[in-house]
């Protein structure tokens, strides 16, 4: 099965950069314009970029807006009212997860809390007259995060499988939520530093992984590969981060992940 684009295409980012202890993450302050522009070659609507940082729109259909948990829930709902069969909407979210028991969720400024179980409802609804929600996930726990009913993995040879992770799916809805995130449930997600001439930058790694792979790939992504590729580049960090595919759905195929075709 593979999610058509033969829609409208819409997109929010969630980019959170202190976590619960009031650190500041640099990961978020560089990836976020490197989102912003990539997301912005894949949508057709107005792109939401909810954010703690200080940050300014560079197009005029980028919309700033302040992080809270309102801003985040309007921001899906009103999506979600939008999307029918063959529409997209891409949802980032990164990277400040704490975890408590199996469960994830991202502080928000004013001790607001984004429990991840929340969001995956929200998407959830989102879908339910149709269309698909891609949620790109570069957060830690990030499996647990949004807790999918069906993980995809892979055999020795390569060759993808799906299971049930005993989350339950969700009744009466049309469309679908796929994730595709950066670690396992007991995992960390990863910052590194990439050296850009004579300047430094620092990217989460999962997110610099995943969109150098898309550079150049044709609308519809290989999910199989996909998968592989992150796993073996993942696994060549010393902490060996282990992203994952799972979604509401079995028997998923191909992603549209590649750029708008023009």
Known sequence: MASSTSGNTHAIIVAVAEDDQGLVLEGVKWDLPLINEELYLRTTETLHVITDLDYRARDDRTQVLPSTLRR??????????????????????????????????????????????????????????????????????STAFLGMPVIYDLNNDGSIYCTRSGGREADFVQGQVVVVSATEYNQFARTIRIQKGGDEEYHGFFTWVLFNYLKGKSRQVDVEKLLLYLRQECAKHPQKPRPQVSATTGGLLRLPLGRTST
Do not use: K, Q
């Open 72 to 141: 985040i829930e309007t921001a899906i709902r009103n999506v979600g009212e939008a999307l029918r069969p063959g529409d997209v909407c891409y949802v980032y979210t990164g990277h400040a997860i704490a975890s408590l028991d199996r469960t994830a969720f991202m502080p928000l400024p004013n001790r607001e809390r984004l429990h991840g179980a929340m969001l995956s409802s929200w998407l959830r609804d989102a879908t339910r007259s149709g269309g698909t929600m891609i949620a790109i996930a570069d957060v830690c726990h």
